[in-house]
């Protein structure tokens, strides 16, 4: 058999070798990791705001925006002055001592006090000790009949509207009143979930001193000093931010007007001097020939 040709080698291509092509220091690249735990959001990125919140959370939010955007007349808006975080802390010292009696306790007392009945050993006797009392229907009683010496309302009661005259009550019987965050807790001190008023009718001989300065205080910040100013009225940042552009056209217009009327005024002045002159200078030069 005659002998193969041999195959031609393959022609390379004379040239520049290109190189590989260098990363951009601007645009760093973060390559996806879909290994375990890569699909895991990152941490400090914020997607509350795509998050399909519960219909509940949506009508909370969306009545504090309410309140904000309307305007709140001075009865309701006495709710939002409240007691700092100091003197709700001072309020709430006194307030604890005096929680009401749990269901708890109250078994373990009756059973001490059938046994020491039943044995014929001698019981405790006399008023019960000063408590809180709670409750919107006892708390009017205690008021309108002046037996309560400091009443506490939240600020937060819904529908305002239960407790939006218990100030003014308080005003006229001359009663100390003051308004706290939370009526969750007011619930705390009342073993409730939450709770619309509580007041004091009596307290120990230890605290007196104590409740005296704080109805004192009450009385200077919430009775004497009536709230009648409006509250609300607040717009939204793309509103500010409208209305402010506006208020710069506006603003813009009126100068332009200004400077306009002010280069009138100056061109009448200026005319009015010019024929002033006029006049004066040809009565100097013949003032004579004319008369």
Same mark, same amino acid.
Not at 51 to 56: K, Q
Not at 204 to 222: G, H, I, M, R, V
Not at 262 to 287: K, V, W
């Given at each position: 058999?005659?002998?193969?040709? !041999?195959?031609?080698?393959?022609?390379?291509?004379?040239?520049?070798?290109?190189?590989?092509?260098?990363? /951009? !220091?601007?645009?760093?690249?973060?390559?996806?990791?879909?290994?375990?735990?890569?699909?895991?959001?990152?941490?400090?990125?914020?997607?509350? +705001?795509?998050?399909?919140?519960?219909?509940?959370?949506?009508?909370? +939010?969306? &009545?504090?925006?309410?309140?904000?955007?309307? &305007?709140?007349?001075?009865?309701?808006?006495?709710?939002?002055?409240?007691?700092?975080?100091?003197?709700? $802390?001072?309020?709430?010292?006194?307030?604890?001592?005096?929680?009401?009696?749990?269901?708890?306790?109250? *078994?373990?007392?009756?059973?001490? @006090?059938?046994?020491?009945?039943?044995?014929?050993?001698?019981?405790?006797?006399?008023?019960?000790?000063?408590?809180? =009392?709670?409750?919107? &229907?006892?708390? %009017?009683? @205690?008021?309108?009949?002046?037996?309560?010496?400091?009443?506490?309302?939240?600020?937060?009661?819904? !529908?305002?509207?239960?407790?939006?005259?218990?100030?003014?009550?308080? +005003? =006229?019987? /001359?009663?100390?009143?003051?308004?706290?965050?939370?009526?969750?807790?007011?619930?705390?001190?009342?073993?409730? =979930? %939450?709770?619309?008023?509580?007041?004091?009718?009596?307290?120990?001989?230890?605290?007196?001193?104590?409740?005296? %300065?704080?109805?004192?205080?009450?009385? $200077?910040?919430?009775?004497?000093?009536?709230?009648?100013?409006?509250?609300?009225? @607040?717009?939204?940042?793309?509103?500010? $931010? &409208?209305?402010?552009?506006?208020?710069?056209?506006?603003?813009?217009?009126?100068?332009?007007?200004?400077? $306009?009327?002010?280069?009138?005024?100056? *061109?009448?002045?200026?005319?009015?001097?010019?024929?002033?002159?006029?006049?004066?200078?040809?009565?100097?030069?013949?003032?004579?020939?004319?008369?």
């Amino acid at each position: 058999m005659p002998p193969k040709k !041999p195959v031609a080698a393959v022609p390379v291509k004379k040239g520049k070798v290109s190189s590989a092509p260098t990363a /951009n !220091p601007l645009f760093a690249a973060r390559p996806k990791s879909f290994r375990v735990g890569g699909d895991i959001r990152p941490h400090g990125r914020d997607l509350s +705001r795509y998050v399909r919140w519960p219909r509940y959370v949506r009508i909370q +939010r969306q &009545k504090k925006v309410l309140l904000q955007r309307l &305007k709140v007349p001075p009865s309701i808006n006495q709710f939002k002055r409240t007691l700092d975080k100091n003197q709700a $802390a001072e309020l709430f010292k006194l307030l604890v001592k005096y929680q009401p009696e749990t269901k708890a306790a109250k *078994e373990v007392r009756i059973e001490a @006090l059938a046994k020491a009945t039943a044995a014929n050993e001698s019981t405790p006797s006399g008023p019960p000790p000063p408590t809180l =009392k709670y409750g919107l &229907k006892h708390v %009017t009683t @205690l008021i309108e009949q002046k037996k309560a010496k400091l009443v506490v309302i939240p600020h937060d009661v819904d !529908p305002i509207e239960l407790v939006l005259w218990l100030p003014a009550l308080c +005003r =006229k019987m /001359n009663i100390p009143f003051a308004i706290v965050k939370g009526k969750g807790r007011l619930g705390v001190l009342t073993e409730k =979930k %939450t709770c619309s008023v509580v007041c004091l009718t009596a307290v120990n001989k230890e605290d007196e001193s104590k409740l005296k %300065t704080l109805s004192e205080n009450f009385k $200077a910040q919430f009775n004497e000093n009536v709230e009648r100013k409006w509250g609300g009225g @607040l717009m939204g940042l793309k509103t500010q $931010a &409208k209305l402010d552009k506006r208020a710069k056209l506006i603003a813009a217009e009126n100068a332009k007007k200004t400077a $306009a009327k002010l280069q009138t005024n100056l *061109e009448a002045a200026a005319a009015r001097c010019y024929e002033y002159l006029y006049f004066h200078h040809s009565h100097m030069l013949f003032g004579n020939a004319l008369y």
